[in-house]
């Protein structure tokens, strides 16, 4: 096999890695929506349970006084009456109570039925969320095994082999070039929420990339971009879809440091823009948080503005 053939099954290998690790963000939140709705479904299925105890103990109650005095009932009401009419009317209203106590009792049943029904319905959703992040979770193994396959085929190179392969001639300006670029870049004028978060995400350059995290010690894409608009006071999801319907979308002509670039539909890679062409983001496995040019990332799919 190549060196180019090796580069691209890893360019391959990274984009199904960085879409993968995508997913499983986006799991863990369902597995959390799931459980939260499952909490609020035993809550009411608990309240339930109360009020239909209550409901049996008054409708007890009520047979028991109504037994008690069933057999003087009728005789009463119709010595009570003044005429044929009341009496009917007397009869009229203790059937209606009966006619109550049996709708209570039915209310009550079917509230709790409701209730058991949605809590089951609600442990199901976790089960199923749970088991659709536990199968991402082995296609993440598998896929870091054969990542670590060719990156193995790669250990076998010469120094100077392995030299061309990191560093390719035009694969992206040297540190200190991007840095420059970015300073004469960037406006003077930048919004305070935007300068927070460029602040932030600058201040990780060279952290590595871990799947899932976000931070301060490691970032996935959305866990950095998610982390550097905390500190600005905005919340985001740890999914770069779901990031991706956030805001206000935005045209690449029009981007402005601070914007979220997305890549891929659905979204499977976020980074933000830092003016100049340039953007910062968590690239993949093996590598650090850093600078490149925007132009040099394929798959672009759009832009949102948070803030």
């Given at each position: 096999?190549?060196i180019?053939?090796v580069n ?9 890695s ?10 863990k ?23 239909l ?5 008054q ?7 109504q037994?008690k ?8 009401a ?9 009496y ?5 209203t203790?059937?209606?109570?009966s006619?109550?106590?049996s ?14 029904k949605?809590?089951?319905?609600a442990k199901a959703?976790v ?11 082995k296609?993440q193994?598998?896929?870091?095994a ?19 392969y ?12 991007v840095?420059?670029?970015f ?15 460029i ?8 952290k590595?990339y ?5 931070g ?7 866990g ?13 999801p ?11 979308p935005?045209?690449?002509a ?16 976020v ?7 340039l ?5 993949t ?20 503005r948070?803030?």
């Amino acid at each position: 096999m190549t060196i180019d053939q090796v580069n691209t099954k890893l360019q391959g290998l990274a984009t199904s890695s960085e879409q993968l690790s995508e997913q499983l963000n986006q799991a863990k939140i369902d597995v959390a929506k799931a459980k939260q709705a499952e909490l609020v479904a035993t809550r009411n299925a608990d309240v339930a349970q109360v009020k239909l105890r209550a409901a049996q103990q008054q409708l007890a109650q009520s047979i028991a006084s109504q037994y008690k005095s069933s057999a003087f009932s009728r005789t009463i009401a119709m010595l009570s009456s003044n005429s044929s009419e009341n009496y009917l009317q007397t009869l009229q209203t203790m059937s209606l109570l009966s006619e109550h106590q049996s709708q209570v009792a039915t209310i009550a049943t079917d509230a709790i039925s409701t209730a058991n029904k949605a809590t089951a319905t609600a442990k199901a959703a976790v089960a199923t969320a749970q088991q659709k992040q536990a199968d991402l979770v082995k296609r993440q193994q598998a896929l870091a095994a054969e990542t670590a396959k060719y990156k193995a085929l790669l250990a076998t190179l010469t120094a100077a082999q392995r030299a061309a392969y990191y560093n390719p001639p035009a694969a992206q300006p040297a540190p200190t070039a991007v840095q420059q670029a970015f300073q004469s870049a960037t406006p003077a004028v930048v919004g305070k929420g935007a300068a927070a978060a460029i602040a932030t995400a600058k201040a990780q350059l060279g952290k590595p990339y871990v799947w899932g995290a976000a931070g301060p010690g490691s970032f996935d894409c959305s866990g950095l971009t998610m982390y550097a608009w905390a500190s600005a006071g905005v919340s985001l999801p740890h999914n770069a879809a779901a990031q991706q319907g956030m805001g206000t979308p935005v045209a690449q002509a029009d981007l402005q440091p601070g914007d979220l670039v997305f890549f891929g539909s659905p979204a499977y890679h976020v980074g933000m823009y830092l003016g100049g062409g340039l953007m910062i983001h968590a690239p993949t496995s093996g590598d650090v948080v850093k600078i490149v040019p925007l132009a040099n990332e394929p798959d672009y799919s759009g832009a949102t503005r948070v803030g």
